[in-house]
Each structure stands twice: as C-alpha cells, then as structure tokens.
C-alpha cells in the first residue's frame, strides 16, 4: 500500500498539490494490480495445460488407471480424427479398465486464439462426418453418429457419440467432445462394446467440461 510521509515543512501545501497527490497515491496502488494481473496472464499463456485424472472420468465398477502424459496424437483417435489433423505438438494420455472400456485425451497449444478457434471446428466437423467416413471406407461396418449438444465452458464445448456394428456382430459406442480454452484445444474419446444406451451420457459431460476447465 502507499506510504504516506508527514513532513511539518509542507503545512502550506496547495490544494491543487494535494490533488496532484492523490492522483499519483492511486496510480501508485493500480500498478502492483495491473502488473500483477499481465504475470497472472502471462504465465497462464506459458503453463502447460493439465489432463484428466483417473477419478475424472465416467465411473466404471472396476476404476481407471491412467497413463502417462506421452508427446504425439493418439492412435485410439485415428478412427475420426486421422489424415485431416493439421500437424500440431500435441500431447495426450490414454486411460482403461479392468474390462472392454478405454478414454483418451489429446490435448494441442496453438498459435494464437484464433487458431485454437479454427482447430477445434474442423475437430468437430471431422467427429460430426465420421460415421459417414467410415462407412464408406469399410462396407462392413454400419456406423450412425449423434450430436449430443454444447457445453457452456470457457470458449464451448460439444459433444458427440458414434456407434459402429460389424457384418459379424460386434458392436461399439463411443462418446466424443471438443473443447477450447483460449487458443488450447482438448479432445476427449470414450469408448466400451455396446450402444447408446449403454454410454454413460450424462457423466462424460461433466468429464468434458471438467477436461476444459481443467486446462489452466
């Protein structure tokens, strides 16, 4: 706080010096704030953003383990989200059970906000084609997509689901989100065999927008 100096000599200090004062006092107290709020900024600008925990996750009767924090994108999300990713430093951590389900986060920094803006829509443009793509790839496969609505959460999140049966039988359910915080960008895949009414919607909502809040 500003420190203020009695001195007996300046008893005949003007009125327009005392205003001149207390203009600079208050100037001199909003800097500390100021530039405390730029290191704040800055140093949200240069952290590295943080990933799901175990516990973060939809709960499952046999719990989660995670990974490690591993450098490249994720093989478990080549199935949406393959040839049109832009090439990003991206990081991410793979997740699973004692039984058939898995979760994945893959997480990019990029440029600038604008950027980060750009890549979480052709992120959801891929995720929200996917089913379509895959059919036609692979003729044994049936795949129907769903789009699960946004969240409201930093800059957005959205929600998608994909359900995927073979010619011989096997089917899957997957729920997706994209989720932006500035120009951070975080996908998160979950994954067991079933249908939709077996995907635990209303949990992987929260995990996605604990995934984006998360970040920083």
Known sequence: ?????????????????????????A??????????????SAQKTAAAPRFLAASEL???????????VTDGFPEQLAYCLGEGVPAYDYRHRLFHTD??????????????AAKGKALAA????????????LERLYPEIE????????????????????????SYGATDVNLLSVGRDGRTVTVVGWGQMGDFDDAPLAAFKKTAKKAVTKLY
């Open 58 to 68: 939809p709960p499952h009767p046999t719990g989660w383990t995670a990974g490690p």
């Open 27 to 40: 100037q001199a107290g909003a800097a500390p704030n100021e530039t405390a709020r730029k290191t704040a």
């Open 143 to 166: 795949a129907e997509g769903r789009f699960f609505g946004t969240l409201p959460v930093e800059e957005g999140a959205s929600v998608h689901g994909l359900h995927t049966e073979t």
């Open 122 to 133: 052709l992120l959801d443009e891929e995720i929200r084609g996917c089913a379509a793509r």
């Open 99 to 112: 039984l058939d389900t898995s979760a994945v986060q893959v997480t990019v920094v990029t440029g600038s």
């Open 1 to 25: 706080m500003p420190i203020r100096t009695r001195v007996a000599a300046l008893a005949a200090l003007t009125a327009t010096a005392l205003a001149v004062g207390a203009t600079v006092t």
